[in-house]
C-alpha cells in the first residue's frame, strides 16, 4: 500500500547529541518533505528533498530515492529542536501529499 | 508578506452547526490544502486545490466542503459539525505539487 513510515517513534537526548531520524516510503510516493512541528504546534518546512542531500546550519537530510528513504540528521542538538518530526511524500500521479505519524524528540539541558 | 493566515485560531462549537474556517495566503501559491491532525495520527489530508476552480478530495473530505474561487483563499466548511470532527485543522499552500509546503498556525476546532 501507499506508507510513508518513520522511524524511531520516540527519542530522547542531552543537549550536544547528534540524531538521525529515518523516513522510509512506499514505491508510489516521492517528492519528499521534512517538517518540524514545534512545543507550540506550530509547522516548520525544514527541507524539500525529492532526492540528493542538503544542509542548513546544524540540520541536514539526505533521500536516496531507489532505496525508498530519507534521512534528516540533526547535529549538536539544542532544547529548542525539541518537538515532533515529520516526513511528507506526495502520491505520484496526484497531488496528494501523506504525512509519517512523525517522530517525538526532546533534548535535555 | 504575511505567509498563510488562518482564522479563527480556536472555535467550539455544537453538534449539528456550521461553520467556516479561512485561510488566505499572499504569497501568489498555486497549490493549497487542508489537513487535520489528531493525537498520535499525524496529519491527514482533507481537500487540496492546484488553482483557483479547481479542488479535488483527500484521504478524508467526509463532512467537509472546499472552494477555491480566488488564487489567495481557501476556506473550509463543515457542513453540520460532530464530536468526530473535533481536531486541530492545518492550512498549507506551495508554489505547486513539487515546492515546500508553507503551514499556517492552525485552528483548534472542539464540537461539543
Known amino acids: 500500500g501507499i506508507q510513508v513510515e518513520q522511524s524511531p517513534p520516540d527519542l530522547i537526548l542531552q543537549e550536544g547529541a547528534n540524531s538521525t531520524l529515518r523516513c522510509n516510503f512506499s514505491d508510489s510516493v516521492n517528492n519528499l518533505q521534512w517538517f518540524h512541528q514545534n512545543p507550540w504546534g506550530q509547522l516548520i518546512n525544514l527541507f524539500y528533498i525529492p532526492s540528493g542531500t542538503k544542509q542548513n546550519g546544524r540540520l541536514s537530510a539526505t533521500t536516496v530515492a531507489t532505496e525508498r528513504y530519507s534521512l534528516l540528521y540533526i547535529s549538536s542538538s539544542q532544547t529548542t529542536d525539541s518537538g515532533v518530526y515529520f516526513c511528507?511524500?506526495?502520491?505520484?500521479?496526484?497531488?496528494?501529499?501523506?504525512f509519517g505519524t512523525g517522530t517525538r524528540l526532546k533534548v535535555l539541558a | 508578506n504575511a505567509g498563510v493566515t488562518q482564522t479563527p485560531k480556536f472555535q467550539v462549537l455544537k453538534t449539528g452547526q456550521s461553520m467556516t474556517l479561512q485561510c488566505a495566503q499572499d504569497m501568489n501559491h498555486e497549490y493549497m490544502s487542508w489537513y487535520r491532525q489528531d493525537p498520535g495520527m499525524g496529519l491527514r489530508l482533507i481537500h487540496y486545490s492546484v488553482g483557483a476552480g479547481i479542488t479535488d478530495q483527500g484521504e478524508v473530505p467526509n463532512g467537509y466542503n472546499v472552494s477555491r474561487s480566488t488564487t489567495e483563499d481557501f476556506p473550509l466548511r463543515l457542513l453540520s459539525a460532530a464530536p468526530s470532527q473535533t481536531s486541530v485543522y492545518f492550512c498549507?499552500?506551495?508554489?505547486?505539487?513539487?515546492?515546500?509546503?508553507?503551514f499556517g498556525s492552525g485552528t483548534r476546532l472542539t464540537v461539543v
Open positions: 511528507a511524500g506526495r502520491i505520484s500521479g496526484t497531488y496528494k501529499y501523506i
Open positions: 498549507a499552500s506551495s508554489l505547486s505539487g513539487n515546492y515546500g509546503y508553507t
